[in-house]
Antibody, heavy 115, light 106 residues
Framework: QVQLQESGPGLVKPSETLSLTCTVSGGSIISHYWSWIRRPPGKGLEWIGYIYYTGSTNYNPSLKSRVTISVDTSKNHFSLKLNSVTAADTAVYYC?????????WGQGTLVTVSS | DIQMTQSPSSLSASVGDSVTVTCQARQDISNYLNWYQHKPGKAPKLLIYGASMLRTGVPSRFSGSGSGTEFTLTISSLQSEDLATYYCQQYHDLPYTFGQGTRLEI
């Protein structure tokens, strides 16, 4: 059964770049779409974007100018970078398998944007 | 963006009850709708895809219906482990969007 685990700093300063990695175990990153989704405190889920294992991406237009999702098939992981962060980017960040339907999710990691 | 509106926002029920959550899309999304269950501190779990297709391993007390703009998630014979927040999500158009969630209290 595939498992996903997010990793990265839990605290990021305003205007800096948020960087997270999702390591996939129990399955290959090949032939799948991989997504990032976040949940700000007290709010619902927000789709950030997805990447196909070949590297093609689709992003939420609300974040498109600041977000980059990349994949490393040799390490079986994919990554999220969100630059110029503000307090509004404070959220639990989830990685998941799938593009339209996310059938496996990580537990999520809280990222707080604060000086 | 396609706005997804769930109702109610919270719901209290007892073990054995049947509950229904409604999700309304602002525009026609055919059957491109998922339902997720999210328990506190756990990874969200896909329950239903394609509006009515039960994912393998999900208990049969969960069911989904609807197409176009109106969708429902029904949990029959509620169990204590069903305590969670439930989200609908459309994947008809990018960006994919979620409902605001329905918190179920047992």
């Amino acid at each position: 059964q595939v498992q996903l685990q997010e990793s990265g700093p839990g605290l990021v300063k305003p205007s800096e770049t948020l960087s997270l990695t999702c390591t996939v175990s129990g399955g290959s990153i090949i032939s799948h779409y991989w997504s990032w989704i976040r949940r700000p405190p007290g709010k619902g889920l927000e789709w950030i974007g997805y990447i196909y294992y070949t590297g093609s991406t689709n992003y939420n237009p609300s974040l498109k100018s600041r977000v980059t999702i990349s994949v490393d098939t040799s390490k079986n992981h994919f990554s999220l970078k969100l630059n110029s962060v503000t307090a509004a980017d404070t959220a639990v960040y989830y990685c998941a398998r799938g593009g339209g339907s996310q059938d496996s999710w990580g537990q999520g990691t809280l990222v707080t944007v604060s000086s | 963006d396609i706005q997804m509106t769930q109702s109610p926002s919270s719901l209290s029920a007892s073990v054995g009850d049947s509950v229904t959550v409604t999700c309304q899309a602002r525009q026609d999304i055919s059957n491109y709708l998922n339902w997720y269950q999210h328990k506190p501190g756990k990874a969200p779990k896909l329950l239903i895809y394609g509006a009515s297709m039960l994912r393998t391993g999900v208990p049969s007390r969960f069911s989904g219906s609807g197409s176009g703009t109106e969708f429902t998630l029904t949990i029959s014979s509620l169990q204590s482990e069903d305590l969670a927040t439930y989200y609908c999500q459309q994947y008809h158009d990018l960006p994919y969007t979620f409902g605001q969630g329905t918190r179920l209290e047992i």
